[in-house]
């Protein structure tokens, strides 16, 4: 009687209208209740009853009322949704089917129907599925949550489930692009030298099958170097615009996934017509160069077609065995290919030399590489350290996209350019502070400058630790992709434009085209507009959050007895915020959350300093970003594929004078 009574909504309405209102974002709890945190950083706690009516991450209008002496939120408009298309698993409640988000912070299942031509008898508890949310409880008479099911992703039990479930997830292509019955080459209106002659080398890892660089090296008696660098061509098969070519742009990238790839070209371009295979002659783009013995790249960039034919296929390994132990095992070159390793190994030398003296070369960090069995499961994780046949090859790309970051410069002021900005401006006097404070002999001025950013990278790469350098990186630019030239801070480089992986990635392609029309003297087939960087960073970043993802659901594989087995690990620390620290494992290269209570349960005795990349026990500083220190795995949480560990190192609890129980002080010692 009352619920339908006029006047009483009326005075609801009324009273409503009076209360305060905020507008923030839902923060979800593990216990039902919740948060409204608005953009000033208030917070107000949400009951069950109202959460109900929401979703974590949604963006709310709430009303601010007092209830049992404590001010909450009540949610009553949708300012907008964070959920629309979701991957989650099937569930079946009373037979009906529900969709289970997988997110760590939506665990309710929602009420769920098949499109249109989905039968909804192919579908099983817990098989994964996409779906769209298409009605919020907040919106119109809406009472509850309801989606609909698109697409059925795979199996509850498919091992491979974490590569279709990932790729799913960011919208990414599952497979190849399709082959083409014939290739042919395109008339370019280009002429090529004939090089197959010459000893071009590759240097790849052992398992690789798209090889697009190949190098040949000249040591002069005078200690200077001529390098020729061919890149494999593949748009001398695709042209601007055709099928091919717009599958390629839309894909961005070739996907790097663990335990497999999914290539940007079809893999008879990417493995075979244009990957630079021993023995087989191949169209290239050659960039040739002098660089003095000082490291100095000179003034003689020349850009070129060519037909090369690799005269040997070599790996890595082998390469850096034979030069960092005088042999190996398993191969031996004969002169002609030793005398190219040994000039390669001299250019590297000095162009390292010259960028760890004049711009920024970054510290060698390993690569985890996982190794996978016949049927998908986890068999090991490999730590495969930078050694020295790879700095080889990353000095001559490096050369070589400085090489294309000069010509396109000069002759186009247009490219696809790698670019670095150093500080963001609003945080460059928040980084001057951290500077100060560690009585680094640089001033503001400075840092604005390449010049200037470089010695401050290189100073920071001679320190003891690695904390500043962490802290400092939370205040600097990301690097982009745009369309005009620009220095590369990071790099410590006044321009620099990719062309070396033309197989891998779209970007190259352009830039390989804008190349062959300076070598033909033609107009360019393809310029780069001002939305590339966009959509090449928008690539990018799918990319890597799939290579985590795929990563994180590996690692939880990986690690299913760590726990029981109480193994013990290094750990380095890379964030710290105010509930805790992410770690990475240094054996294997897993990320790991600490929680704050997991170092010590007492809130009155740890502060975790986000903003000062700190942890204080007792107010005295026991960790900082950069530290390596043991940990055990406590928690592995398969549904969310996250890992929370501990440390190693007990804290014990302070006597009634102050002291701990297990270490006395100073002055008593």
Known sequence: MFQDNPLLAQLKKQIQETLPKKEGNIKATDRGFGFLETDNKESFFIPPTYMKKVMHGDRVIAVIRTEKEREVAEPQELVEQFVNRFIGRVKLIRDRLHVVPDHPQLKDAIKARTIKGLNPELLKEGDWVVANLTRHPLVGDNKTFFCDIKEKITDSNDKIAPWWVTLARHELPNA????????????????????????????????TKDMDDAIYTVANDNGSFEITIAIADPTSYISVGDKMDDEARQRGFTIYLPGRNIPMLPRELSDELCSLIENEKRPAICCR???CKDGIIQNDIRFFAAWIKSQARLAYDNVSDLLENGQCDSWAPNTVIAEQVKALQGFANVRSDWRANNAVVFPD??????????????????????????????????????????????????????????????????????????????EKEQLTSLEGFSTLRRWLNAQETTYLDNRLRKFQAYSEVGNAPAPHYAMGLDVYATWTSPIRKYGDMINHRLLKAIISGNEPTQTP???????????????????????????VRLL??????????????????????????????????????????????IECNGELGIINIDKVKEYQLGDSFEVKLTEIRSVTRQLV?????????????????????EEKA
Not at 178 to 197: K, Y
């Open 365 to 442: 960090r390993p690569d985890y590489r996982f190794e996978l069995s016949a049927d998908n499961d986890v068999v090991a994780i490999h730590t495969d350290p930078r050694r020295t046949a790879n700095r080889m090859i990353e000095e001559a790309m490096i050369t070589a996209n400085i090489c294309a970051g000069r010509v396109l410069q000069d002759k186009f002021g247009m490219g696809v350019f790698n670019y670095h900005n150093g500080f963001n401006p609003e945080k460059l006097d928040t980084a001057m502070d951290f500077l100060r404070n560690a009585e680094a002999p640089f």
């Open 529 to 555: 507009d001002d939305s590339v960087g966009e959509e090449i960073a928008n690539h990018r970043r799918r990319h890597r959050m799939a290579e985590r993802d795929v990563s994180d659901w590996l690692y």
């Open 645 to 665: 560990a501990k440390p190693v190192k007990e804290f014990p609890a302070p006597t009634a004078e102050g002291e701990t129980e297990q270490q006395p002080t």
């Open 289 to 291: 160069v002098t660089v």
């Open 176 to 207: 190849e692009p399709a082959p083409q019955d014939s290739w042919s080459m395109l008339d370019e209106d280009l002429e090529r030298q004939d090089l197959t002659e010459l000893p071009f080398i590759t240097i790849d890892g052992e398992s």
């Open 560 to 605: 299913k007895d760590a726990v029981k087995d109480e193994t013990v690990f290094t750990a380095e620390i890379f964030d710290i915020n105010r509930a805790g620290m992410r770690v990475r494992l240094l054996e294997n290269g897993a990320a790991a959350f600490i929680p704050a209570p997991l170092i010590l349960d007492n809130k009155q005795r």
